[in-house]
């Protein structure tokens, strides 16, 4: 139904009703009509009152049949409130959602710019690579080429070892050999200068100034122990003096002068451990006893095992005579420097220590196989004290 219609409907409908409500309360007024024991007049107003009160009900009544929305408004309103609550809810929801599907679709084309980058540079190194792998394909031809060229020059390489391992074995009998002569000549002039030293000194069994005995005293002992001590070094020197041949039995072994009898006491009674040298006061011929005078020293530690003395560059590709030569030098460095550190020389030869033929010459040869420079260290090969002597290994 139209809204026009409705509103005749409503109008007429209004009227007849206000009619005949006024059609009621005239008639209840002329037979004086009451209601609850009103008075007439009262009576009529409360007519007129139940009248509109019917119009409105009337006019509701159609509205709600004839319109959903008056319905709606009368009766839905709490439902329709929910429902707008409601959808109000999950229209928040839906943007929030939509919001985050913006973010993730922001994301992702960022994520998408990103990996075009990503694939525009991977673009350019896969191109560089290609070209990297073609100037690594034309290398790899050229090295087939030389290792073509290597592989022919190695056979001759080893035809050439060949040859030259026949002459090293030539050569290493040679020198087998020339080693066995040199042995020989080393040997023949040990005897010669043990020969020419016992013609200079025959009859001498011990010369001036001869070290002959180094006796080490921990110190701080008694009257008496000091005594006892110093008759057992006396004993010690007695032996070696009839060893040698100096003295007899009427004249005595040995002659210790008194001032040196008071020196040694002393050192004996004295604290701290002491090194005492003994020494020959003069050339000692056969049967004379011998003159002992005695150097004291404080007993000390000068070089640890496993020092190193002495660095040295040294050329294994010069000839044997500069080779010996540095050798020595390095030698008379090494008795400097320990001579200069604590160590006691032989007061006779003014060494520290000694180092045979055999063994110079076994370094001098070892330096001259290796044929080119390097560093040859001089290193200590046992704890030395002042007392010395100090024994020492080469490291090549």
Do not use: H
């Amino acid at each position: 139904m139209s809204g026009v219609m409705l509103i005749i409907i409503l109008l007429v409908a209004s009227g007849l009703i206000a009619y005949a409500g006024d059609y009621v309360g005239r008639k209840a007024g002329k037979k004086k009509l009451t209601i609850f024991n009103l008075r007439p007049k009262y009576t009529s107003r409360i007519i007129s009152v139940l009248t509109g009160i019917l119009i409105m009900v009337f006019a509701l009544i159609v509205l709600s049949v004839f319109s959903e929305n008056v319905r709606i408004a009368l009766f839905g309103m709490e439902k329709l409130k929910k429902e707008i609550s409601t959808l109000q809810l999950n229209i928040k929801s839906k943007e929030k959602e939509f919001s985050e599907i913006i973010k993730k679709y922001e994301a992702v084309k960022e994520e998408r710019g990103r990996a075009i980058k990503e694939l525009e540079s991977y673009k350019i190194k896969l191109n560089e690579l290609e070209e990297d792998r073609a100037k690594i394909l034309e290398e790899l031809n050229k090295l087939s080429k030389e290792r073509e060229i290597l592989c022919k020059e190695n056979e001759k390489l080893q035809r050439s070892i060949y040859e030259i391992s026949q002459k090293i074995s030539s050569l290493s009998k040679e020198r087998e050999k020339l080693l066995e002569e040199k042995k020989e000549l080393l040997d023949e002039i040990q005897f010669l200068n043990t020969t020419i030293t016992n013609m200079r000194t025959e009859g001498i069994v011990f010369r001036r100034g001869e070290l002959i005995l180094n006796y080490i005293s921990k110190g701080d002992l008694t009257e008496e122990k000091a005594k006892e001590e110093a008759k057992v070094l006396l004993s010690l020197i007695e032996n070696i003096a009839k060893e040698r041949g100096a003295g007899n039995e009427e004249k005595g072994f040995i002659w210790v002068p008194e001032a040196e009898w008071i020196k040694l006491l002393n050192a004996f009674t004295t604290s701290g451990e002491k090194l005492i040298r003994v020494f020959s006061l003069a050339n000692i011929f056969e049967g004379e006893p011998a003159l002992i005078t005695f150097e004291i020293y404080p007993y000390k530690l000068i070089f640890k095992k496993g020092d190193v003395l002495v660095l040295k560059v040294i050329d294994g590709s010069e000839d044997l005579n500069k080779i010996e030569s540095k050798l020595l030098e390095i030698l008379s460095e090494v008795n400097k420097i320990a001579q200069q550190k604590g160590v006691l020389p032989d007061p006779l030869t003014n060494t520290v220590g000694e180092i045979s033929f055999e063994e110079f010459y076994n370094i001098v040869y070892k330096i001259k196989e290796k044929d080119k420079k390097f560093l040859l260290k001089v290193i200590v090969d046992e704890d030395t004290y002042n007392s010395g002597p100090l024994k020492i290994r080469f490291e090549l």
